[in-house]
């Protein structure tokens, strides 16, 4: 990936899903927000066991996702829902102890961008495990705003709720995820996004992918 343009721009030769394009962006970095699992760390989560839990703690089949089944329970049983959130917690911090992978480049690339962008997280792990896993890599002190899933299921209200806090124009703040619905949450919000794909994924169609957190220093570079 070729970095040009100094303080304002940068143009880079991206491998997009059809071929190779030329994306050009021009952008203030003010604040950056990240993502955790699939980019500051892999939990590995057993998803069968989750859904096994939650479907103990519901006593019937789960018929859609598991979050989307807990967006279903918020308003309708809010004990119920707590329990499920209970269940998931367990699992999460199973994964933590016996299945994470921590990216080698996480803790130096947090530690070196926390010294000149304010720096959030968002996750949908819920907040026992966001900050087992933080205090695991020492960077919990870096990040200035942390919203888990007790804060909001929603990608796109996670994200407008650490703008708020970082008290930065939408526009001057980037998104670190992983996933297209982290593109299409930053997109609705109006911030920027860089998704990062790590071996074996394929780039994102139209939006600037990287392929680790080391590679991040170098398309922000100057900003």
Known sequence: MEV???LRGIENDLW???GLFRLQVEFMIEGIIFDMDGVLVSLNLDMKEMTRKVEECLGFKVDRTV???LVRLIEKDKELYERC???ID???MAAIERTMTVFPDTRMVIEQLSKSYPLALVTLQGRRAALKVLDKLNIRQL???IFTREDSLFRSEQIRKAIQALGINKENVLMVGDRRSDKLAAEEVGCKVI?????NYKPLEGTITIHSLHELLTV???F
Do not use: C, M, N, P
């Not at 998704?195 to 071996?199: A, S, T």
């Open 4 to 6: 040009e343009g100094g």
């Open 16 to 18: 997009g899903v059809g």
């Open 67 to 69: 979050f989307g089944t």
């Open 85 to 87: 959130l209970s269940a």
């Open 90 to 92: 367990e699992v999460e």
């Open 143 to 145: 990040f200035r705003f």
């Open 195 to 199: 998704i990062v794909r790590r071996e």
């Open 220 to 222: 922000i570079k100057g």
